[in-house]
């Protein structure tokens, strides 16, 4: 199955500072990539669609200028925490969809990051 | 409104016993896909199944099982014959077209499943 590589899978940083997360899809192009953000013992919720070469979608209550989303190749989304405080730690996991995959594709995930701002 | 609903937040089995995980769904589109992800202690999601809204056939892999009934908006899966490496969060989700037109997977809340040796 197609593969999607999340890095770093876990980042401790300090208040304040920006932290950068990386989504590769290792053997396909992914025209459209997912962030999901998943609090202890929560479900997955849907932060951004990111598509390549555009601006990415944001859903209800998430911050665009806090999460920054940059999708510049077919291969690699990007999230960046800016600012980072305590509330912001969490566990952020990426999705990758290809069209060759059909309509609906099963969204591969990364391995998620766990980030904690300390 | 919640699109996918999993009643039962954590679930504790003896190894060897069966456990059945319930996925109640809604939607409005006629085609649409729904999905189970096993999510162990290390986070990532390990994909489990797809099945498209016009396949209505119980699918059996190994000792997972599935029951899709559409009349009921319910996905449920089952697990026989549990093992200790079954203890994982399970979530059921579901596929729909957002305003964009891009696809979007709407999560339930996840089943803890913890297995007892």
Redesign the interface.
């Known amino acids: ?1 197609a593969v999607v590589s999340q890095h770093p899978s876990r980042v401790i940083c300090k208040s304040g500072t920006s932290v950068k997360i990386e989504c590769r899809s290792l053997d396909f192009q992914a025209t ?1 990539m ?1 962030w999901y953000r998943q609090f202890p ?6 932060m951004a ?1 990111s ?1 390549e070469g555009s601006k990415a ?1 944001y859903e209800q209550g998430v911050e665009k200028d806090k999460f920054l989303i940059n999708h510049a190749s077919l291969t690699l989304s990007t999230l960046t925490v800016t600012s980072a405080h305590p509330e912001d730690s969490s ?1 952020y ?1 990426c ?1 990758a ?1 290809s069209p060759g995959f059909g ?10 990051t ?1 980030l904690t701002v300390v | 409104a919640q699109k996918v609903t999993q009643a039962q937040t954590e679930i504790s089995v003896v190894e060897k016993e069966d456990v059945t995980l319930d996925c109640v769904y809604e939607t409005r589109d006629t ?3 729904l ?1 189970w ?1 096993k999510q162990p202690p ?4 390990v ?1 489990l199944i ?1 099945r ?1 809204s016009f396949d209505e056939q119980n699918e059996i892999s190994g000792r997972y099982s599935w029951n899709f009934q559409k009349s009921t908006s319910s996905f449920n899966f089952t697990i026989t014959a549990s093992q200790v490496v079954d203890s994982a969060v399970y ?1 059921c989700a579901l ?1 729909e077209a ?1 305003l ?1 037109g ?9 089943n ?1 499943v913890v297995v007892i040796p």
């Not at chain 2, 290390?42 to 999601?45: D, I, Y």
């Open positions: 199955g459209t997912f013992k929560q479900s997955l919720m849907l669609t598509n979608t566990f996991i999705s969809e309509a609906r594709s099963e969204a591969f995930f990364g391995q998620g766990r | 085609t649409y896909y999905f992800y290390s986070g990532e999601l994909f797809r498209n979530f596929s957002g964009d891009n696809n979007r997977l709407a999560f339930g809340k996840g803890q």
